[in-house]
């Protein structure tokens, strides 16, 4: 049945309109998105914040160790120069030609001494020094030296820039194993060139030196540095995890870094932030690996546990939001079906409460209000009916005199002018109009006979006002609307007095429609003076006020017809005509329409009285 299908959409939109559960629902997930998406923010750029100052820190760390040691080596150089031209080491170059014995050897103890002195400076680097002489092919050294003079080790090492002896090459025996060392020859206009009789200077110190400024900053950090060199054993601190270095170093080797660059390393499922910094003196780079997670764990941690803490949560407010949705949703979606049964006309529906609780309460008021309406309706409805038919009839009778005043009175006139054509055309006027008002019992008629009124009656006006000419464009489908009886005459009789017979240059009439979205629609048009736009609003509002004596009952009584008629969506409007004049619309909701809803309105009563016997 119809009414059916209208009431389950209702109820459908209702639920999915008013569902508290559904609201409360989406209040929850409303106010944990704000606080996640703004914790997600927070922690993000906490995130790249700590990452970046790990990684600044890090890089200047480093680089400052770097700096640590390119210092002391530059120590270690300065000192090389300023040696090599200390007056004892050009005796000790020149011992073979003149001097005695014992000048020798205090030129040799006073050479060793200044070396030995310049080694111990520093504890965590001691330098070590040897003097090499070309002309006496002799060397004194401040260490364990193997004491034999080697021009091809010279000739070799000497290249002007640190060499780093791993303890692999063939020069391992004269420094010890492991070790870098410079050399530099101080000759006559040609510094750092082998001569043949120079006196060359060799700085060296072990790699522990290294591996001791390496432990120094390890234990002041949490990175595990390492000296590197392409195709080189690596220096590394005490320590260190070998097979997690060797691991690094053959990533290294595979995909050299910069001499000064970071780089993230994945290394046994952990990512690892590289940095490297290169030394002045070196060729080679300290390397540095720091793991992410040990520095950004305890971030992740928090944040794992925040996300936790507000899944949590969300469960909590969820299972609250049923909770309330079982004890108070779902008596309200029964109230709500009750009230929808009763709007479709089901008024013999009872509600029954499981557990006695404040809807009890509400329950039986709703059955005893729905018991009362069931007694009341019939006879409601019925006076419905009825006063809405009175209101029909007397609104018809009402423009029938005001019609009939106005023809009697043209006719008087006509008379008194002594215009016979003018009065039988009025009189035979006024006997088809009386003549179609009563030949049928119906208060309806359709469009094209009221047309048929309205061109006999402007050609009665046309007789009296020769200025007076007309055009009726209506569409097909619209003259077969059925409309109220003397609908139209009022308007255009309103046009023709108030419009093209107050001046002399006016005298057109247009009447048109067309029936489109369910409405139909009429304008009459004239070329009069019109009205302001005050007045033209001010005429709108007195169509829904009520019938005042200084007010015309013409159009009045002819807008509350239509809307008793079609509808309050119906009815009259004035406004300017693109003629010049006034112009007058009138439109209703299709018939259609209307007639559903009046189905619907008698059904329901139907049904309302089979369910009562």
């Not at 209506?474 to 609908?487: D, N």
């Not at 007045?535 to 169509?543: R, T, V």
């Not at 559903?596 to 008698?602: G, M, Y």
């Amino acid at each position: 049945m119809q009414p059916t299908a209208v009431t389950a959409g209702s109820r459908g939109k209702t639920r999915g309109r008013f569902s508290l559960f559904a609201k409360m629902n989406s209040l929850i997930a409303i106010l944990f998105l704000p606080i996640v998406l703004a914790y997600t923010y927070s922690n993000d750029a906490t995130f790249h914040v700590v990452s970046r100052e790990l990684q600044t820190s890090s890089a200047r760390q480093l680089t400052f160790l770097s700096g640590q040691i390119d210092s002391r080596i530059s120590q270690m150089m300065d000192f090389s120069l300023a040696f090599s031209r200390d007056p004892n080491v050009q005796d000790f170059n020149g011992l073979n030609l003149w001097g005695d014995r014992y000048d020798r050897m205090q030129t040799r103890y006073a050479v060793r001494e200044k070396m030995v002195l310049q080694s111990g400076v520093s504890d965590i680097w001691p330098a070590r020094y040897a003097l090499y002489s070309q002309q006496n092919r002799e060397v004194i050294s401040n260490y364990a030296h193997s004491g034999e003079y080697d021009e091809g080790y010279l000739k070799r090492n000497m290249t002007g820039q640190w060499n780093y002896d791993d303890g692999r090459s063939e020069d391992a025996a004269n420094g010890g194993a492991s070790s870098f060392h410079w050399l530099y020859a101080d000759s006559l206009g040609l510094p750092g060139v082998l001569t043949g009789s120079s006196a060359v200077v060799e700085a060296s110190f072990s790699t522990d030196n290294i591996r001791n400024m390496l432990d120094t900053y390890k234990a002041d950090g949490q990175g595990d540095p390492f000296y590197y060199r392409k195709d080189e054993l690596p220096i590394l601190n005490r320590s260190a995890d070998r097979e997690l270095t060797d691991e690094l170093i053959g990533e290294l080797d595979a995909r050299p870094l910069e001499r000064t660059a970071q780089r993230v390393v994945a290394l046994r499922g952990q990512d690892y932030l590289v940095s490297s910094a290169a030394s002045s003196y070196l060729d080679g780079q300290l390397i540095d690996f720091v793991p992410l997670g040990q520095v950004l764990g305890p971030i992740a941690f928090s944040r794992n546990l925040f996300y936790l803490s507000i899944a949590l949560l969300f469960v909590l407010g969820i299972s609250a939001s049923i909770l309330l949705y079982r004890n108070v949703q779902r008596p309200i979606r029964k109230l709500m079906d009750g009230l929808l049964r009763v709007q479709s006309g089901d008024y013999s529906v009872r509600l029954h409460a499981r557990s006695r609780n404040e809807f009890s309460f509400v329950f039986d008021s709703f059955n005893e209000m729905s018991r009362r309406i069931q007694e009341l309706i019939e006879n409601v409805f019925n006076e419905k009916l009825r006063a809405r038919e009175a209101t029909l009839k007397q609104l018809q009778a009402q423009i029938n005199p005001h019609f009939l005043y106005n023809c009697l009175g043209y006719i008087i006139n006509m008379a008194q002018m002594k215009d016979e054509e003018a009065v039988v055309s009025m009189a035979f006027n006024l006997s088809a109009y009386y003549r179609y008002t009563t030949r049928m019992e119906k208060e309806i008629a359709p469009l094209k006979e009221e047309v048929k009124l309205l061109v006999n009656y402007l050609g009665i006006q046309k007789l009296r006002n020769g200025r007076i000419d007309y055009r009726i464009e209506l569409p097909e489908p619209l003259l077969e609307a059925e409309i109220p009886r003397l609908m139209l005459q009022p308007v255009v009789e309103n046009a023709v007095i108030h419009g093209v017979a107050k001046t002399y240059t006016a005298g057109e009439i247009r009447i048109t429609g067309e029936a489109e979205n369910g409405f139909c629609l009429i304008r009459i048009d004239d070329d009069g003076p019109g009205m302001t736009p005050e007045q033209y609003a001010a005429l709108n509002l007195k169509m829904t006020e009520e019938l005042r004596e200084e007010m015309g009952c013409g159009l009045w009584n002819t807008h509350q017809r239509i809307v008793h008629q079609f509808g309050t969506r119906s009815g009259l409007r004035f406004g300017p005509s693109p003629a010049g004049g006034f112009r007058t619309e009138i439109f209703w909701e299709s018939p259609e329409n209307t007639q559903n809803e009046q189905a619907v309105e008698e059904e329901t009563y139907l049904e309302m009285r089979a369910l009562r016997h």
